[in-house]
């Protein structure tokens, strides 16, 4: 509360950055306090741009990673100008460490936790959900790179499962038990084939087909299947993107592809000289750079992975491996999606498509 006699009273907070990566840190904040209380909002102070790493090609299957989130404490303080005009500030001791994710909810999932009385943490972290917003089944190609990402809620060695079932009811598992790390970021390469190797190809010697594969850390997280379609498809493209939890998910291209080129050059002009030959020319290009663009249909999806591409629409950091259809191959660009406007679900149909617009993430004069 204010002193007797002081004026101009604020309640401070300082954001303080413990491993340093918050440009500017330590930020300080401060409020007139409303009714005694004084609420303040940090997300503009720590959500600063974060390059987001995720290993490709696979190589392991599970990896930890300790730079994707941030550690950061808080201090609460007080200030005001005392009967003698001078300027009085004090602080308290600095809270313990708190760790922020880059990503975000939006004010429809915000209103919907306040009106639950839940939060992101308890229904991520606490809840053992995988940070993604597809669907709990999820059609995927034979040789997808599928990823799921995890943020625990407590250090512990837990048991990692990729279980696959093949079209004759057998199945062949694969489990590992990882340590997790309290608060940080977990990647989690799920494909059987990649894990379990000759224990659990796509398609066995036999020419038994895998049906679908399922996802878990016991104890700790949800069950997560992915079906296995082997139809054949002209082309085989899949698109990672950095989803508003922090996860990188990866989606199938498997729909038409349209691949160009585009250029953009500066001119200059100079005279021509007199004694000047027909290979000569007075309009000179200053520079000129270009970039790969490409038109992919999506394929035909069902409504729950239309809706939650949205969250992919908005992402800042995207990757296309172009031509992927083997097991580790391809090429990866990294890529932005074009503003767009799409229609993402008709209800008079069960399955969907939508034509993305990426165009490469480098202007360059060379290739």
Same mark, same amino acid.
């Given at each position: 509360?204010?002193?007797?006699? !002081?004026?101009?009273?604020?309640?401070?907070?300082?954001?303080i950055s413990?491993?340093?990566?918050?440009?500017?840190?330590?930020?300080?904040?401060?409020?007139?306090?409303?009714?005694?209380?004084?609420?303040?909002?940090?997300?503009?102070?720590?959500?600063?741009?974060? /390059?987001?790493?995720? %290993?490709?090609?696979?190589?392991?299957?599970?990896? &930890?990673?300790?730079?994707?989130? #941030?550690?950061?404490? $808080?201090?609460?303080?007080?200030?005001?100008?005392?009967?003698?005009?001078?300027?009085?500030?004090? *602080? %308290?001791?600095?809270? /313990?460490?708190?760790?922020?994710?880059?990503?975000?909810?939006?004010?429809?999932?915000?209103?919907?936790?306040?009106?639950?009385?839940?939060?992101?943490?308890?229904?991520?972290?606490?809840?053992?959900?995988?940070?993604? #917003?597809?669907?709990?089944?999820?059609?995927? @190609?034979?040789?997808?790179?599928?990823?799921l990402w995890l943020l625990?809620?407590?250090?512990?060695?837990?048991?990692?499962?990729?279980?696959?079932?093949?079209?004759?009811?057998?199945?062949? /598992?694969?489990?590992?038990?990882?340590? +997790?790390?309290?608060?940080?970021?977990?990647?989690?390469?799920?494909? &059987?084939? @990649?894990?379990?190797?000759?224990?659990?190809?796509?398609?066995?010697?036999?020419?038994? =087909?895998? !049906?679908?594969?399922?996802? *878990?850390?016991?104890?700790?997280?949800?069950?997560?299947? $992915?079906?296995?379609? @082997?139809? *054949?498809?002209?082309?085989?493209?899949? +698109? $990672?993107?950095?989803?508003?939890?922090?996860?990188?998910?990866?989606?199938?291209?498997?729909?038409?592809? =349209?691949?160009? $080129?585009?250029?953009?050059?500066?001119?200059?002009?100079?005279?021509?000289?007199?004694?000047?030959?027909?290979? %000569?020319?007075?309009?000179?290009?200053?520079?000129?750079?270009? =970039?790969?663009?490409? =038109?992919?249909?999506?394929?035909?999806?069902?409504?729950?992975?239309?809706?939650?591409?949205?969250?992919?629409?908005?992402?800042?950091?995207?990757?296309? +491996?172009?031509?992927?259809?083997?097991?580790?191959?391809?090429? +990866?660009?990294?890529?932005?999606?074009?503003?767009?406007?799409?229609?993402?679900?008709?209800?008079?149909?069960?399955?969907?498509?939508?034509?993305? /617009?990426?165009? %490469?993430?480098?202007?360059?004069?060379?290739?």
């Amino acid at each position: 509360m204010p002193p007797a006699g !002081s004026t101009a009273y604020k309640v401070l907070l300082r954001i303080i950055s413990v491993d340093g990566d918050l440009q500017g840190s330590p930020f300080t904040d401060g409020k007139a306090p409303a009714s005694g209380v004084a609420w303040f909002d940090v997300s503009g102070y720590v959500d600063q741009p974060l /390059e987001k790493r995720f %290993e490709w090609p696979m190589a392991g299957a599970f990896n &930890p990673y300790g730079e994707d989130t #941030r550690v950061v404490t $808080f201090q609460a303080g007080e200030t005001w100008i005392d009967e003698q005009d001078n300027l009085v500030e004090i *602080w %308290e001791v600095a809270s /313990e460490g708190y760790f922020v994710v880059k990503g975000g909810v939006g004010p429809s999932g915000m209103g919907a936790y306040n009106d639950s009385g839940g939060s992101f943490y308890s229904d991520f972290v606490m809840g053992g959900r995988f940070l993604t #917003r597809m669907p709990l089944s999820q059609v995927v @190609h034979p040789n997808q790179p599928v990823k799921l990402w995890l943020l625990a809620a407590q250090g512990v060695t837990a048991d990692l499962h990729i279980r696959a079932t093949y079209e004759d009811g057998t199945t062949g /598992e694969w489990m590992a038990s990882p340590t +997790l790390y309290k608060d940080i970021m977990h990647e989690i390469n799920c494909l &059987p084939y @990649h894990s379990g190797w000759d224990a659990m190809p796509a398609v066995r010697a036999d020419g038994t =087909r895998m !049906s679908y594969y399922e996802v *878990w850390i016991e104890g700790v997280t949800e069950v997560r299947r $992915f079906v296995v379609d @082997h139809s *054949w498809h002209p082309q085989c493209n899949f +698109l $990672f993107v950095l989803n508003s939890l922090g996860g990188v998910d990866v989606v199938w291209l498997s729909g038409q592809v =349209r691949s160009g $080129f585009d250029t953009q050059s500066v001119e200059a002009t100079r005279q021509f000289s007199r004694t000047g030959t027909r290979r %000569e020319r007075t309009v000179v290009v200053a520079s000129r750079t270009g =970039r790969r663009t490409w =038109r992919i249909n999506s394929g035909w999806k069902s409504p729950a992975e239309m809706e939650a591409l949205m969250d992919g629409l908005l992402t800042k950091q995207a990757w296309l +491996l172009s031509d992927a259809a083997a097991y580790n191959s391809g090429t +990866l660009y990294p890529v932005n999606i074009a503003n767009t406007s799409s229609l993402l679900v008709d209800t008079s149909l069960d399955l969907q498509s939508v034509e993305l /617009e990426l165009i %490469e993430a480098h202007d360059s004069p060379y290739l």
